[in-house]
């Protein structure tokens, strides 16, 4: 099963940018769709983004349209969130998520196999 760790969360400034990595283990990472989740405190995971198998096709959730772009590079086996004009609301730990599913949309949580660590993202007003 591949095995996923985040990297590149920190604390920004409302307005500012973060670019998060997922790096994946494992010579089938191209085969899994991939997704980006985010908690934060006191709430339930929500569905940020998620990318195919290709690369070809995105979805986002509709706060985050616009400002964050996710993206992957199956040859270095690594998915990527890119936040740009990040808000105080976008605080949360941020998960990637990967899914050996056929098909399916890909936003709910039961849909993927394997899972990071997380990786805080704080933005201060």
């Known amino acids: 099963q591949v095995q996923l760790v985040e990297s590149g969360g920190g604390l920004v400034q409302a307005g500012g940018s973060l670019r998060l990595s997922c790096a994946a283990s494992?010579?089938?990472?191209?085969?899994?769709?991939m997704g980006w989740f985010r908690q934060a405190p006191g709430k339930e995971r929500e569905f940020v983004a998620t990318i195919s198998r290709s690369g070809l096709s995105t979805y986002y959730t509709d706060s985050v349209k616009g400002r964050f772009t996710i993206s992957r590079d199956n040859a270095k086996n690594t998915v990527y969130l890119q936040m740009n004009s990040l808000k105080p609301e976008d605080t949360a730990v941020y998960y990637c998520?990967?899914?050996?599913?056929?098909?399916?949309?890909?936003?709910?949580?039961?849909?993927?196999?394997?899972w990071g660590q997380g990786t805080q993202v704080t933005v201060s007003s």
């Open positions: 494992g010579r089938t990472f191209s085969t899994y769709a």
């Open positions: 998520a990967a899914s050996a599913r056929a098909g399916g949309s890909f936003i709910n949580g039961y849909q993927y196999d394997a």
